[in-house]
């Protein structure tokens, strides 16, 4: 199964950020979103689509429906410059995936 | 506050042998499902095995099948991942990270730093 990113996405300071993660009916599966800084663990900012973890920013929100989910940052600060991964459990293979990426810059 | 410690990293040669491991803090270990996931050098998240709470239901991915073992020791709180037949594809940053309650399928909700393996000659 393949999860497909786009490899960065760039946006000023206080606008809209959109992380799209694209897959075959990928709607059907949970989507997990994890940000990793630089010489950092991931940290979970969206799970099951769109659940916020306890101390995760309500600036992020999380939609999922046909063959793309969707990462969305609103008022984007310069802390939110990181990359971000998608990821679903493959039940044939009994595996989890990730996708590739995406670097998102804060201009 | 949970707490995860992996250990064990290191260089080894092809074909050599290597255990991981991670202590885990802040829960009860035997409540969880728990998995590894790797990074290459500059690369993206790469899950390579999971194992659920009681250790009977175990999964890898393909590229690892039969080379790696993870297990887990609830009274020690800690989960270890052998990694025998060491290729140079191997050389990684080796997270260890909790799933949900349960099972290791699902959301990973905490992460430790990681320990470094590197197979070169």
């Known amino acids: 199964y393949v999860l497909t990113q786009p490899p960065s996405v760039s946006v000023a300071p206080g606008r809209t950020a959109r992380i799209t993660c694209g897959g075959d009916?990928?709607?059907?599966?949970?989507v997990h979103w994890y940000q990793q800084k630089p010489g950092q663990a991931p940290v979970v900012v969206i799970s099951?689509?769109?659940d916020r973890p306890s101390g995760i920013p309500e600036r992020f929100s999380g939609s999922n429906f046909g063959n793309t989910a969707t990462l969305t940052i609103s008022g984007v600060e310069a802390g939110d410059e990181a990359d971000y991964f998608c990821?679903?459990?493959?039940?044939?293979?009994?595996?989890?995936?990730f996708g590739a990426g995406t670097k998102l810059t804060v201009l | 506050e949970v707490q995860l410690v992996e250990s064990g990293g290191s260089v080894v040669r092809p074909g050599g042998s290597l255990k991981l491991s991670c202590v885990a803090s802040g829960f009860s270990l035997d409540d969880y499902g728990m998995n590894w996931v790797r990074q290459a050098p500059g690369k993206g998240l790469e899950w390579v095995s999971g194992?659920?709470?009681?250790?009977?239901?175990?999964g890898y991915r393909d590229s690892v099948k039969g080379r790696f073992t993870i297990s887990r020791d609830n009274d020690e709180n800690s989960l270890f991942l052998e990694m025998n037949s060491l290729r140079a594809e191997d050389t990684a940053l080796y997270y260890c990270?909790?799933?949900?309650?349960?099972?290791?399928?699902?959301?990973?909700?905490?992460w430790g730093q990681g320990t470094l393996v590197t197979v070169s000659s």
């Open positions: 194992i659920n709470w009681n250790g009977v239901n175990r």
């Open positions: 099951s689509d769109s």
């Open positions: 990270a909790r799933g949900p309650v349960a099972a290791y399928v699902g959301v990973f909700d905490s």
């Open positions: 009916n990928v709607g059907s599966k949970n």
């Open positions: 990821q679903v459990w493959d039940v044939g293979p009994d595996e989890a995936v």
